[in-house]
């Protein structure tokens, strides 16, 4: 069974930053990509940044030069460095993998970041 545990999530102002863990209960090595997603109410998940087993990082337009993404196979897990926070990346952030293997996707149980003006 795999389990994906988000943490670091809190409060902080505008222009603040905040570093998102993903722990996976098995090796990452099995996953070609690790995801960060985030979704405010109302609205579908949208998908912020991804890594490959390579290390090759793709963000979405709106976190470019503000926020990295990494991973640490030995840890068996990701990263997400959230710097010059906006209000507007208030969201619950959600980690999530694809298992070709399986045909499943995982996703953890969310963490969230609210940012004020």
């Known amino acids: 069974q795999v389990q994906l545990v988000e943490s670091g999530g809190g409060w902080v102002q505008a222009g603040g930053s905040l570093r998102l863990s993903c722990a996976a209960s098995v090796s990452i090595l099995r996953f070609n990509d690790m995801d960060w997603y985030r979704q405010v109410p109302g609205k579908q998940r949208e998908l912020v940044a991804t890594i490959t087993l390579g290390g090759r990082p793709t963000y979405d337009d709106s976190v470019k030069g503000r926020f990295t993404i990494s991973r640490d196979n030995a840890q068996n897990t990701v990263y997400l460095q959230m710097n010059s926070l906006k209000p507007e990346d208030t969201a619950v952030y959600y980690c999530?993998?694809?298992?070709?293997?399986?045909?499943?996707?995982?996703w953890g149980q969310g963490t969230q970041v609210t940012v004020s003006s």
């Open positions: 999530h993998t694809y298992s070709r293997y399986r045909a499943t996707d995982y």
